[in-house]
C-alpha cells in the first residue's frame, strides 16, 4: 500500500508553463481521478509522476520518500503508467505483455500470464499479433502490460479515450475490478466527468496546469 | 615542382574541364528532375554539388605542396578531416543530443583502427603521399556510414517515441527499451558498405584495381589490393557504426533514464565557434 503525494509539481519546457504548481496527495489503496480541457497538463502530470519527464519545480514523495532518490527503473516498476497511447511492439500478445520483466531480464510464468490475460478479458490472446487487436484489446493488453509489474501505484492516462462505447464500457469494468480490492493506489486521467465518478474515490479538476478543486466526485461533479 | 599557374595551364588540365562540364550536365539533369517533381532537394544537391567540385580541385591544386611535408603533420591533416567530416556528419542526426561529439569519437575511433593496423602491416606506405589521400578515403567512407546511423536513428527514434517511452515506463532500462531501434540503425547505415562487399568483382568492378591493372600490374594482386580496400572501409564503417550507435544509444537519455527531445535547430559552424569562444 503506497501513499504518493505530489508537492508544487512545475514543469516546463522553454518558455511554456505546462505544470504550475501542482500537489496532490493521494491516500493508500484510492483512486484519483484528474478531470479538465484537453491541454490543462493532465498527461503531463502523469508522465512526472512516472518520471518520464523531469520536473522543473517541486518533487513527488512515495511514502514520504523523495522519488528522486529512487532509482527510476526500480520508482517506475512500482508506480507504473499506462499511456493513452498503447504503442504495442511487433510481437505477440505474449511478448507485449511480458515486454518490461523480459528487457529486465526476469521471467514470466504461464500462469502469471494466463491469470493476467484472463484479468483483462483476453484469455487465449497469447499467441494473437498484437497488430491484429481492435483499439480496446490493444488498451487491455496495455494495462496488462503494467499490471505484469504488479506496480504499487498505478497511472491511468485516458484509458478509453479512442475507444466505443462498448469497449469503454468494458475497460470500465476491468478497472472497477482492478482498483476495487483497494490494495493498489491509483490516478486516472479522464475528460470523462461521468467516467471520473464512475471509478473514483476522489476527483481533482485542472485548468491551464493548475489543480483547482479537489474533492469527492459528488463535489467536483456537478 | 611546377607553379601552380602552370599547373593551371596544362592542356590535360583545359582538357578535363569539358569532362566537369559532362558531369555537370548530368548532375543538372538530377536537379531539373527534382524541381519538376517538386522534391525540394535542389539546393542542397546543387550546393553540395558545386562544393564538391570547389573542395576537390582546391585539394588538387594544394596536394603537391602537401606532399612536402614531413610526415607527422600527415596525422594532423587527417585529424582535421575527421573533424570537418564530423562537422558535416552531424547535420543528419537532426537535433539528436551530442551528435557532432559521438561524431567525432566514432570516426576518429573507426578509422584510426584501421589506418594504424593497416600502416603496422604494411598495406599503406609510411609516406603523406599514401596516407592522406587513402587516409581520407577511409575517413570518407566511415562518414558515410555514420551519416546514415545518425539519420536513422534520428528517424527511428522520433517515429517510435511512443514505443519506446511505453517501455521505458515499465522500469526498463534506457538501452534495453531503445536497443530495437538501435540495432536497426546499425544494420541500415551498414547496407551500402554490405552490400558493395557482395557485389565485389560481379557488378561493382572498383576503380582502383581498373586503374592498376591498366597500369599493367598482375590483375590478382590488383584484385587483392582492392580487397584490402574494401575491407580497410568495411571495418572502418563497421567500427563507426557500431560506435556511433552505442554512444547514440546512451546520449539519447537523460541521468535519470527520460528520454531527450531532439532539438532539430542547429547552430552555424561560425555560430558555435563564437558560442565557444565566448565559453
Known amino acids: 500500500m503506497t501513499h504518493l503525494r505530489a508537492e508544487e509539481l512545475s514543469y516546463e519546457v522553454g518558455d511554456e508553463r505546462i505544470l504550475d504548481g501542482v500537489s496532490l ?6 483512486t484519483v481521478a484528474i478531470v479538465g480541457p484537453s491541454g490543462a497538463g493532465k498527461s503531463s502530470l502523469l508522465r512526472l509522476l512516472n518520471r518520464l519527464d523531469e520536473p522543473t519545480g517541486g518533487t513527488v514523495y512515495l511514502d514520504g520518500t523523495d522519488y528522486r532518490t529512487i532509482p527510476p527503473e526500480r520508482l517506475r516498476k512500482r508506480v507504473g503508467l499506462v499511456p493513452q497511447n498503447p504503442a504495442l511492439r511487433e510481437g505477440t500478445v505474449r511478448e507485449n505483455v511480458t515486454i518490461g520483466p523480459r528487457l529486465r531480464g526476469e521471467t514470466v510464468s ?19 499479433e498484437a497488430s491484429d487487436l481492435s483499439g480496446g484489446e490493444a488498451q487491455r493488453v496495455a494495462i496488462a502490460r503494467t499490471v505484469v509489474n504488479d506496480p504499487e501505484v498505478i497511472l491511468l492516462d485516458e484509458p478509453t479515450a479512442s475507444l466505443d462505447s462498448a469497449a469503454e464500457a468494458e475497460i470500465e469494468r476491468l478497472l472497477s475490478d482492478l482498483l476495487a480490492s483497494g490494495d493498489r493506489t491509483a490516478i486516472l486521467v479522464t475528460h470523462d466527468d461521468r467516467q471520473a465518478e464512475r471509478l473514483a474515490d476522489r476527483v481533482a479538476r485542472m485548468r491551464d496546469g493548475r489543480i483547482v478543486e479537489v474533492g469527492t466526485p459528488r463535489e467536483v461533479i456537478t | 615542382m611546377i607553379a601552380l599557374p602552370d599547373r593551371l595551364a596544362d592542356p590535360v588540365v583545359i582538357e578535363g574541364l569539358f ?20 522534391l525540394g532537394l535542389e539546393r542542397e544537391l546543387g550546393g553540395s554539388f558545386v562544393r564538391g567540385f570547389v573542395q576537390v580541385i582546391a585539394m588538387g591544386a594544394l596536394i603537391g605542396v602537401l606532399f612536402t611535408i614531413p610526415l607527422a603533420y600527415s596525422g594532423v591533416l587527417l585529424a582535421a578531416m575527421v573533424c570537418y567530416a564530423a562537422w558535416e556528419s552531424r547535420k543528419r542526426g537532426g537535433g539528436v543530443p551530442n551528435a557532432f561529439r559521438i561524431s567525432v569519437v566514432s570516426l576518429a575511433l573507426g578509422s584510426a583502427v584501421v589506418i594504424v593496423t593497416m600502416v603496422a602491416a604494411g598495406a599503406i606506405e609510411r609516406t603523406v603521399r599514401n596516407l592522406v589521400p587513402v587516409g ?22 522520433e517515429s517510435n517515441r511512443d514505443e519506446i517511452e511505453a517501455v521505458l515506463a515499465l522500469g526498463v532500462p534506457p ?12 544494420r541500415a547505415s551498414l547496407i551500402p558498405v554490405v552490400d558493395a562487399m557482395r557485389t565485389l568483382g560481379l557488378v561493382y568492378i572498383p576503380g582502383m584495381m581498373a586503374g592498376m591493372i591498366l597500369g599493367g ?14 575491407g580497410m572501409i568495411f571495418a572502418a564503417g563497421g567500427l563507426t557504426s557500431m560506435t556511433a ?4 544509444g546512451r546520449a539519447a537519455f ?20 563564437r558560442a565557444t569562444l565566448n565559453r
Open chain 2, 19 to 38: 569532362q566537369v562540364a559532362a558531369a555537370t550536365a548530368i548532375a543538372a539533369l538530377v536537379i531539373v528532375v527534382s524541381a519538376i517533381r517538386d
Open chain 1, 110 to 128: 504461464e500462469v502469471r500470464l494466463t491469470e493476467l490475460l484472463t484479468a483483462v478479458d483476453l484469455a487465449g490472446y497469447a499467441d494473437r
Open chain 2, 254 to 273: 537523460t541521468d535519470a533514464a527520460q528520454l531527450r527531445r531532439f532539438d532539430a535547430t542547429e547552430p552555424t559552424l561560425l555560430a558555435a565557434l
Open chain 2, 245 to 248: 550507435s552505442h554512444l547514440l
Open chain 2, 217 to 230: 600490374a598482375n590483375p590478382i594482386y590488383a584484385a587483392e589490393y582492392q580487397f584490402v580496400i574494401m
Open chain 2, 175 to 186: 538501452e534495453r527499451a531503445i536497443s530495437e531501434f538501435v540495432t536497426e540503425s546499425v
Open chain 2, 136 to 157: 581520407g578515403m577511409i575517413i570518407a567512407n566511415a562518414m558515410k556510414t555514420n551519416s546514415l546511423m545518425l539519420d536513422r536513428f534520428q528517424g527511428e527514434v
Open chain 1, 25 to 30: 496527495d493521494v491516500a493508500s489503496g484510492e
